[in-house]
């Protein structure tokens, strides 16, 4: 295989790696979007794998190692596919950043010990100085997308006791100044790797990253791990990029790009969707300020609550509802109950529209995933800028375990989410709100929205609570 086959084969990958995004770009160009990403990927794993056995030559056995990760690796992706549930998914994107991460930290190593391999330079011939940076800066992302990653993947889990992986925010005095002290010494060190190629600096620069992409993550609270995850997805692409550009590959260069850039515009975009600081975002100082409100007083407040017989003669009654999702609908695993009901109202003449906060859930685009899976119609779903001028000419808002991203205290000066913006639910003539109970959200804060006048609050499990609704209208 000629390299200016492999060059063509690459740009065709290329090619279909930016056709992908702009597919994922809008639920309704998802699915091509997706079919072009997994050929572009499949174009690229099958060059580089036929490019490997050309050098490889006579040498059998690396081959077949070769060929055994990627049987072993397909395997196992495709069996997690397979097997993940919706709501589990953002913990599944986690793990993924976390390996991108690990395999950047793996082939930095494999680069340093046996440059010649890589063919960055002749047998016994010393790494060039440029080169060195790049592998260095390869794994010291690389290192902190998969420690960052991991830790991630506990917050968004919820199953372990261990405290890094809890929830809630770990701080401690001193903690930034930390995390810029470690960042300087581990340029430092990536300096003294590009004049000694030393392997104490390139794996004490390994080591920094670990322990820094821990301590980046720990502050960080429920409420913002949609803006970690989109995160860790940018620092995965530039880990990727690093290495391309140290093994000279231009596939790696290009998806790595893609993938960082992507990425850090997503952030950017959820930051301003949560009032955050993008520059706190990528030092790891956000999330912090939210959830030490106190909610004693949200014990003295009276509710209205009703049951769902109640929830669905008002939604019979309406001519216009607008459906807010929310994590609790996820964890609940209500999507197919809430397009029933949605189904049912329709064909009653009432006009069903579904909100979307960018935020809302555990990862972006969250909602749109679950609703996609439930086959809701495109046409009915509309992000927050669109659909907030809607709730107040709608009839009825019903937020299914949505809390923070409907929460009226983000207009109020002083709030934690002061100037978040949000779906003004608020606004709609009666609101219904379903939770398992007066819990806060993600933020810690309590909200107003439940106390008005207007709100209906059904407590229970959303599926349950919604299929009671649907066999109400019937």
């Excluded at 790797?193 to 004490?204: E, I, N």
């Excluded at 620069?205 to 995850?229: H, N, T």
């Excluded at 993008?278 to 209205?304: D, H, P, S, W, Y």
């Amino acid at each position: 295989m000629s390299m200016n086959l492999v060059t063509l084969l690459y740009l065709i990958a290329s090619v279909c790696f930016i056709q992908a995004l702009k597919g994922l770009s809008h639920p309704t160009t998802s699915i091509r979007g997706n079919l072009f990403g997994m050929s572009g990927m499949a174009v690229a794993t099958l060059t580089t794998a036929a490019l490997i056995v050309q050098i490889a030559g006579g040498h059998i056995v690396g081959v077949a190692w070769v060929l055994l990760g990627l049987l072993v690796g397909g395997t196992a992706g495709a069996i997690m596919a397979r097997r993940v549930e919706m709501a589990k998914m953002p913990e599944l994107v986690a793990f993924m950043h976390s390996m991108i991460g690990l395999a950047a930290v793996f082939i930095a190593v494999a680069a340093v010990a046996e440059p010649w391999a890589f063919r960055i330079v002749g047998h016994g011939e010393a790494i060039p100085g440029g080169n060195r940076v790049e592998l260095a800066l390869g794994a010291f992302i690389g290192a902190v997308t998969f420690s960052g990653s991991v830790i991630a993947f506990g917050k968004l889990s919820g199953r372990y006791k261990f405290r890094l992986f809890q929830g809630a925010p770990v701080q401690f005095a001193g903690q930034h100044p930390l995390n810029l002290i470690l960042g300087i010494i581990a340029a430092v060190f990536c300096f003294a790797f590009w004049h000694t190629q030393s392997w104490m600096d390139v794996m004490l620069v390994i080591m920094l990253g670990f322990a820094l992409g821990v301590l980046l993550i720990i502050p960080i609270g429920g409420a913002d791990m949609p803006v970690v995850v989109s995160m860790l997805n940018s620092y995965s692409g530039w880990a990727a990029a690093g290495i391309g550009f140290s093994l000279n590959n231009a596939m790696l260069i290009i998806a790595g790009s893609l993938v960082g850039s992507s990425g850090a515009i997503l952030s950017y975009i959820m930051c301003r969707a949560m009032n955050r600081s993008f520059f706190n975002v990528i030092l790891g100082g956000f999330g912090g300020e939210v959830g030490t409100q106190a909610l004693g007083a949200q014990q003295q407040r009276n509710v209205k609550s009703g049951s769902a017989d109640d929830a669905a003669f008002v939604l019979s009654n309406a001519e216009t509802v607008v459906i807010v999702p929310g994590y609790g609908l996820a964890v609940a695993r209500a999507q197919h109950a809430v397009k029933e009901l949605a189904t049912k109202l329709t064909e009653k003449g009432i006009t069903v529209k579904y909100a979307i906060h960018p935020v809302a859930g555990r990862m972006p685009g969250h909602m749109n995933v679950l609703l996609a899976e439930a086959e809701v119609p495109y046409d009915q779903v509309f992000e927050m800028e669109d659909i907030n001028g809607d709730f107040g000419q709608a009839d009825v808002a019903i937020i299914l375990g949505a809390n923070d991203v409907v929460n009226p205290a983000a207009h109020n000066k002083g709030s934690p989410i002061y100037g978040m913006p949000i779906l003004e639910a608020y606004k709609a003539k009666t609101v219904i709100v379903n939770k398992r109970s007066m819990a806060a959200g993600y933020a810690g804060l309590d909200n107003d929205l439940f106390y008005m006048d207007k709100t209906m609050m059904v407590f229970g499990d959303a599926k349950k609570v919604v299929e009671e609704m649907g066999k109400a209208i019937e």
